[in-house]
């Protein structure tokens, strides 16, 4: 066997604390270990988009550019890495495509190496502009295949997709496995498969919810990945992913070793173990979300999906019914056209099943973004959804059987002059594209705070991430 060395995308400044404490650590936080995360030679940094440019704006008083700027100063050696919906961008509605371009000449310019691309419906139409833009900038775009099990998702499903996915023109593929649901023989079936049927790179991503994923990395390295996802080990486990060390050992002195260092990697792991401590005594660490759960491969939610389910839950005082609506998500799920189980979807799903069960009927009160998604305005569902449920949700209103971008009249100019009287930077208005009124009170606050006014005292323990 020839010699391959496994690259390692490192996760603890995005998807670990996304998936466990609500993507609630802080840049003041991270900025002690930047310079040791930047020397240990991994292959990317995950650290911006996802929900944190909501968790910034909305819970840390943070600017999330800000925050780009300074991981990018303090990791000179190392690829910076985000995640974006698609046409969703790192909102929650598709935009129209010149604010999307917008958004990733600002990500380019303000720090980004790679662009993981996903679309929560695998609908390559949502893909197709934000590739075009990533590679226009210089980044390298990566086209993510969201996971998820099912009768339409079968290994021809995902190779037809990887397909799709090449003649788009990606530069990389990843297996992204938010809800746990690979297992490891299933995994080298599928990197096998997507090995075979197209040229480029594979990384694998996936979750440790149900207990299987280091046996997926090593399952799917032996077929052929060529990059895999982990987290430091005090930010490991549970809802979030592969312990890094753990990896890099169990590889180290055979023909896939990483080539990283384990006693450096010792170093980093002392300081986030000490904010792990933190985490855990503030209680924004819930032990319940680094405990293994196979259901995870009934239920088919996403850990940070379950924790935001959990807190929800809590704020209604309703943290009884968890089981319940643990339940009704795969029977939502299947009335929408079995959607994959990822931001936004996930949201949407889960939302609709806290409602199924807190009214006691389902589809009593049904979520706008619910009506939406069965509507076809966040693109084609994965099976179709049936004719007789689809009025029920959206009454006359028409099915939308396009892209749902080409419905859009451009909107940058217009949300340029709508964010005008609290732009201070360029990159505001894509704050405000997103999040409007949390992106407004959170530049008053900055405004406020420039003035030297006293703002409210903000305290993110006690506030929730939306689901």
Known sequence: MSKKKILVTETVLRDAHQSLIATRMTMDEMLPILPKLDQIGFHSLECWGGATFDSCLRFLNEDPWDRLRTLRKNCPNTKLQMLFRGQNMLGYRHYADDVLEYFVQKSVANGIDIIRIFDALNDINNLKTAVKAAKKEGAHAQIAISYTTGPVFTTDYYVDYAKRIADAGADSICIKDMAALLTPYETEKLVKALKKAVKLPIQLHTHYTSGLASMCLLKGIEAGADVIDTAMSPLALGTSHAPTESMVAALQGTDYDTGLDLVALTEVRDYFMTLREKYLKSGLLDPKMLAVDANALIYQVPGGML??????????????????????????????????????????????????????????????????????????????IDSKFRKKIIGDAKPVNCRPADLLEPELEKLKAEAAEWAEQEEDVLSYAQFDQVAVKFFEKRRNAKAGIDSEHFDAKNKVHPV
């Open 307 to 384: 924790s935001n389910l959990l807190s929800q839950l809590k704020q209604m005082g309703k943290e009884d019914k968890l089981e319940e609506v643990l339940k009704e998500v795969p029977r939502v799920r299947k009335d929408a056209g079995y959607p994959p189980l990822v931001t936004p979807t996930s949201q949407i799903v889960g939302t609709q099943a806290v409602l199924n069960v807190i009214f006691e009927e389902r589809y009593k009160n049904v979520n706008g973004q619910f009506k939406d998604l069965v509507q076809g305005k966040y693109g084609k569902t994965p099976m179709p």
